[in-house]
C-alpha cells in the first residue's frame, strides 16, 4: 500500500466535516416610524372624537341644561322674585325665555356669558341692562356647537320681531340691523341712548375672530331699571376668547381617562374581554365626556 505524504499546506486538505448550522435570525424591533405611526393614529381618533363631541353631542349638554333651567325660570317667576326692581340674577341663573319665531328659537338666556354658562344656553352679558330693562341688553350666544341657538341669526332681516319673556313681563322687539362687527369697528355693546336688545354670536362661525350682531329697538315701554353697581367684565365674558383657568380640570380627566384604558387593557388579559368591555367603556367614555368638556371651555364662547 502505498502512503501519501502530508500536504504542504493546509489549503490542499479537504473537510469533509459537516457545515455548523447558523444561528436563528432573531426578530427585528418594532421601528420607530411604526411607533411614531401609532402614536398619531391614536391622537387623529382622539381629535376626531373632540370633534364629534364640539359639534354633535354637546348638543345633549345644552338640552338637559335648558330643561333644568325652565323649571328653575318657571319657579322664580312664579315667586315673583324675578318680577321684583331688586333682583339681580346670579351667575348661572336663567333671566328669561328668548323667542325669534322666524328662526323656529325658544331658548332660556341665562345669566353670564363665560364659555361654561354659554354651553347652557345664551348668555345676557353682566352689567347690562336686563331683557326689557331701559338701555342696551346684550346676549351672547353660541353659533355652532352646544346646540347651536344663535346659528341661525344670520337669517333674520330688518323688520322681523323677537320677544323675551321675563318676571317683569314680555317684550317685544323689532330687528334693526344685521351685521358682521370686525375688531376697531363701533363697539355694539356698549351703553347707547335707545332701549335695544342685542344678539351677539361668532364671525366667522368656527373662528369667532369677530361678532355677528343682531340689534333689535323695543317696542313699546320698558319696565323700570334699578340702579347698578360698576361692573367688571373678565376678558372671558366679552365672547371672542376661552377660560384659561380649566387646564387642571382637563389634565386630570384626560389622565384619568388613560388610567382607566390602561387598566381595560390589563383586565382583558388577565381576566377577560367581556369583563373589560363592560367595566371598562363607561368609565372611559364618562371621563372624556369630562375631558372634552373642560376642553371646550378653552374657545371662545360664542364659537
Request: glycine fraction near 10%.
Amino acid at each position: 500500500m502505498k502512503i501519501l505524504d502530508r500536504p504542504e499546506r493546509d489549503d490542499h486538505v479537504v473537510d469533509l466535516r459537516p457545515a455548523p448550522e447558523a444561528p436563528a435570525p432573531r426578530p427585528a424591533p418594532r421601528s420607530a416610524r411604526r411607533t411614531a405611526g401609532a402614536i398619531l393614529i391614536a391622537l387623529g381618533c382622539i381629535v376626531a372624537a373632540f370633534l364629534a363631541y364640539e359639534f354633535g353631542l354637546s348638543r345633549l349638554t345644552y338640552q338637559r341644561s335648558q330643561t333644568m333651567l325652565t323649571k328653575e325660570l318657571q319657579a322664580l317667576v312664579a315667586s315673583k322674585q324675578a318680577a321684583s326692581l331688586e333682583w339681580m340674577p346670579q351667575p348661572g341663573q336663567p333671566v328669561g325665555l328668548l323667542t325669534v319665531p322666524k328662526i323656529a328659537l325658544s331658548t332660556v338666556v341665562v345669566e353670564g356669558t363665560t364659555a361654561a354658562l354659554t354651553s347652557e344656553g345664551p348668555g345676557h352679558l353682566r352689567g347690562t341692562p336686563l331683557p326689557g330693562r331701559p338701555g342696551n341688553s346684550v346676549i351672547m350666544g353660541r353659533r355652532t356647537n352646544y346646540g347651536a341657538p344663535f346659528g341661525r341669526l344670520d337669517e333674520l332681516l330688518p323688520g322681523d320681531e323677537l320677544t323675551v319673556a321675563t318676571g317683569a313681563g314680555r317684550f317685544t322687539y323689532v330687528v334693526a340691523t344685521v351685521e358682521a362687527v370686525r375688531p376697531g369697528d363701533v363697539d355694539v355693546i356698549g351703553a347707547t341712548p335707545d332701549d335695544r336688545l342685542t344678539l351677539v354670536t361668532s364671525s366667522p362661525p368656527y373662528l369667532a375672530t369677530g361678532r355677528y350682531v343682531v340689534t333689535a329697538v323695543l317696542k313699546g315701554l320698558p319696565a323700570s331699571e334699578p340702579a347698578q353697581p360698576p361692573t367688571y367684565l373678565a376678558p372671558a365674558e366679552l365672547g371672542l376668547s376661552g377660560e384659561t383657568g380649566t387646564l387642571g380640570g382637563f389634565v386630570l380627566f384626560a389622565e384619568l381617562a388613560l388610567v382607566s384604558v390602561i387598566g381595560a387593557v390589563w383586565l382583558s388579559r388577565r381576566v377577560s374581554k367581556r369583563v373589560a368591555w363592560l367595566l371598562g367603556t363607561p368609565l372611559v367614555f364618562a371621563l372624556l365626556w369630562a375631558a372634552f368638556a373642560a376642553a371646550s371651555r378653552f374657545l371662545p364662547s360664542t364659537l
